[in-house]
């Protein structure tokens, strides 16, 4: 079955220092791999995603993801955080074994604190 | 979330009655999406549609009925029967283009039972 993980309920990091926020999947198949935020009592918005290819990702705002097929991950990362990026992502990941149903298994989310 | 928009923002809603989420998409995408939302548990698909007249179920469908009569337009409405419907509802839209699809999100409706 697919599953998605987000190990970490909540970040902190200081502004303008680096920050990951850590995400492990498990398909059958290859993984299409997303990443989400939310504002509150927002929609979400994309980041970026995997398909196929190289292994780091560029997105918007900045970030960043890296794919790590031996460990099941794709961390999501920043060089320098900003206040701003304070909110609530998700990882994301579709089976590409699996049929085309377009379903989308969702982590639990992670909060992001960016403290001045 | 430009592109798709959701109404009402926030609803209420009584004991017993049946309440209609609108969701509306002008991106010409084929596929939609509902979601729920609750603290801590991230996104859980209710029910979904990749063409106009036909939908499936997702994973918590109990209590939720959809339509897909017009390509542009997936409502979701709570029923009675939904024993727990308050929650945050975000409806989504992708191209339907296959695996590679991006979904895009609508601001989302707070529906609160009372």
């Known amino acids: 079955a697919q599953s998605v993980a987000q190990p970490e309920d909540q970040v902190n990091v200081a502004e303008g220092n680096p920050l990951t926020v850590k995400c492990t999947y498990s398909?059958?198949?290859?993984?299409?791999l997303f990443w989400y935020v939310q504002y509150p009592n927002r929609g979400l918005q994309f980041l970026l995603k995997?398909?196929?290819?190289?292994?780091l990702v560029k997105g918007s705002y900045g970030f960043e993801a890296e794919f790590n097929k031996s460990q099941t991950s794709f961390h999501l990362k920043k060089p320098s955080a900003l206040v701003s990026d304070s909110a609530l992502y998700f990882c994301?990941?579709?089976?590409?074994?699996?049929?085309?149903?377009?379903?989308?298994?969702f982590g639990q989310g992670t909060t992001l604190q960016v403290k001045p | 979330d430009g592109g798709i928009t959701q109404s009402p923002k926030y609803l209420f809603r009584k004991e017993g009655q049946n309440v209609t989420l609108s969701c509306e998409q002008n991106?010409?995408?084929?596929?939609m999406y509902w979601y729920r939302q609750d603290p801590g548990q991230g996104l859980r698909l209710i029910y979904y549609s990749q063409i106009v007249n036909d939908f499936q179920k997702g994973d918590i469908a109990e209590g939720y009925s959809v339509s897909r009569e017009k390509k542009e337009s997936f409502p979701l409405t709570v029923t009675s029967a939904q024993k727990n419907p308050t929650a945050f509802y975000l409806c989504a839209s992708s191209m339907n283009r296959g695996r590679v699809d991006t979904q895009y999100f609508g601001p989302g409706t707070r529906l609160t039972v009372l």
């Open positions: 994301a990941v579709r089976d590409g074994g699996s049929s085309n149903t377009g379903k989308l298994i």
């Open positions: 991106l010409n995408h084929d596929a």
């Open positions: 995997y398909i196929t290819g190289d292994n």
């Open positions: 398909v059958s198949g290859n993984p299409y």
